[in-house]
């Protein structure tokens, strides 16, 4: 009995051993961890990795997707939990909470504007999910369990090899995690026939301000409500969701055809905004206006990409194009066939044919700079609109920069505007998604491309939403307003929390106000208690 003793006190010595560091502040606060998960058979001294450890950038780093949150002036944190159960979540908040650190989680790490690992407000704590990412999924009663640090891919795949007339309505880009997806309302290719991401989630595990693990009946309608598109981590850490599996056929068709201001751009896109809104709901089109620099010549242009997806075989979707969108002028030789799981490589840009093992990539590190701003459409957009947008995004000399428009209609025009946080249903034609990459890091680069995503969404005001000017919260934007330091003011968060969330905004401040009035859990644009 006495070695045993002996045994366990020198494991626990080696526990705190293992995460003691010069730093007095960071000292309590991982015994706190410690002390929290001593009596757990996770220790969580294996997911604690310090601002001192050799290991940290590489941790902090690897799904960072925007290199302008990487910089050397980047706030950082200090300490990483990247957690491997979910008791590590749960003393993570606790302890946080005891020593006044606020709380960063990430997931993915696709927030536009960094603030899952980016906080204005030292010291903070990130809460890596990213070891989270457990998918269980029930094939019988059509429904799986997705824990938030999964990527859209694997969930995809996993669905994939479960089921060939099961899928999922969700994004396009398969390395975005599904803690920031869902809690911000996500969309994909099957919004006109299943709705949003949010609206086909039924229940979720959630940590909440005093550590607690809560599910849909435990921490009632009103915040499952909220946490569906109203920024999870305003009200706590989504631990992990459970999801609706919708039907397919075994065989979907995409496209993705070119056409360039020579072969009629301008009037195939005037036409697609009376077209894609109104066809049948098993067809989404997006239309994605680009400039890009010819190979050869070196010389910019304007071209627009119209990328399908169908829910059916490609002699249906030809009928119905040619009578109802045959200004497009598609072609049986455009069209390919295959499975819902395939067509998921295809709108991840990889080539036709790709092995859908490619869904469980995940490439380390950000690869690129960007910025995103959003907008929603309301009335058909006038020729001479659309070629002085075309205009000025060929004036800017900058190639990589995109509009994309992704049609309404069909079942988004059938769910309620208080249904879910996200407010932008009936009467919308189509959402736009304005985006710039660069690659080079300078100053001047940077200015160039934010200045030209400024200037146009600044040329798009008049062809809008207004009052307010809608946005959509995955497409996270700084510049509609942002909460300064360490304060959440109901009067600066209404600017933003408008436009994201419209008449939603209140009872989102009245369920924060509920669940965590002394507003442990913000950002720089959270949901603000009264």
């Not at 600066?492 to 924060?512: C, H, I, W």
């Amino acid at each position: 009995m006495r070695v045993l003793l002996l045994i366990i006190l020198s494991f626990l010595c080696f526990l705190v051993s293992c995460t003691t560091t010069s730093d007095p502040i960071l000292n309590d606060f991982l015994r706190c961890l410690t002390n929290h998960s001593r009596y757990s058979t996770y220790p969580i001294s294996e997911a604690i990795i310090t601002y001192q450890s050799t290991s940290f950038q590489s941790a902090l780093l690897a799904y960072i997707r925007n290199r302008r949150y990487s910089t050397p002036t980047t706030p950082k944190p200090l300490v990483i939990v990247a957690a491997k159960h979910e008791s590590h979540v749960q003393s993570t908040v606790i302890c946080a909470q005891q020593h006044g650190f606020q709380i960063r989680t990430r997931s993915g790490g696709h927030d536009f504007e960094g603030l899952s690992y980016v906080s204005s407000a030292t010291p903070f704590v990130m809460l890596d999910m990213s070891n989270l990412r457990s998918i269980d999924i029930n094939v019988t009663d059509e429904s799986a369990w997705v824990e938030s640090g999964a990527t859209l891919g694997e969930l995809y795949f996993n669905v994939g090899n479960k089921s060939n007339i099961h899928g999922f309505p969700a994004g396009v880009c398969p390395t975005v995690g599904i803690g920031g997806h869902l809690s911000g309302g996500g969309y994909g290719p099957l919004i006109r026939k299943y709705g949003l991401t949010v609206d086909n989630i039924v229940d979720a595990k959630l940590v909440n301000v005093k550590g607690t693990i809560l599910n849909r009946k435990s921490m009632g309608e009103d915040l499952f409500w909220a946490i569906r598109g109203g920024g999870g981590a305003s009200f706590g850490v989504v631990v992990s969701w459970k999801i609706k599996l919708v039907p397919v056929p075994t065989k979907v068709t995409v496209f993705n055809v070119l056409r360039t201001l020579e072969h009629g751009a301008i009037d195939i896109v005037y036409r697609w905004q009376y077209v894609a809104p109104k066809l049948p709901k098993e067809i989404f089109i997006r239309a994605m206006l680009q400039v890009k620099k010819n190979s050869t010549s070196g010389k910019l242009a304007v071209e627009v990409s119209f990328i399908c997806h169908y829910l059916g075989d490609n002699e249906k979707l030809l009928s119905l194009m040619n009578r109802n969108f045959p200004e497009l002028g598609l072609q049986q030789n455009d069209c390919f066939e295959m499975s819902w799981v395939e067509s998921t490589v295809f709108w991840g840009n990889h080539p036709i044919g790709t092995p859908i093992a490619v869904l469980l990539d995940r490439p380390m590190g950000p690869p690129d700079f960007f910025k995103s701003k959003s907008d929603f459409v309301k009335e058909p957009i006038p020729k001479h609109g659309i070629e002085s947008i075309l205009d000025l995004m060929l004036k800017t000399g900058l190639d990589k920069l995109y509009m994309e428009w992704n049609p309404y209609g069909g079942r988004m025009s059938e769910i309620s505007e208080s249904e879910t946080p996200f407010p932008h249903r009936a009467g919308n034609l189509f959402l736009i998604q304005y985006l710039g990459y660069w690659k080079e890091d300078k100053a001047e680069t940077a200015h160039s491309y934010l200045d030209s995503i400024s200037k146009m969404y600044q040329e798009m005001t008049a062809f809008v939403s207004k009052t307010p000017r809608e946005a959509f919260l995955n497409y996270r934007d700084l510049d509609l307003g942002a909460s300064k330091g360490n304060q959440t003011k109901v009067e600066t968060a209404r600017v933003y929390g408008s436009m994201y969330f419209k008449e939603n905004f209140d009872r989102l401040v009245r369920v924060k106000t509920a669940v965590d009035p002394q507003n442990f859990f913000k950002n720089e644009q959270s949901i603000p208690p009264l």
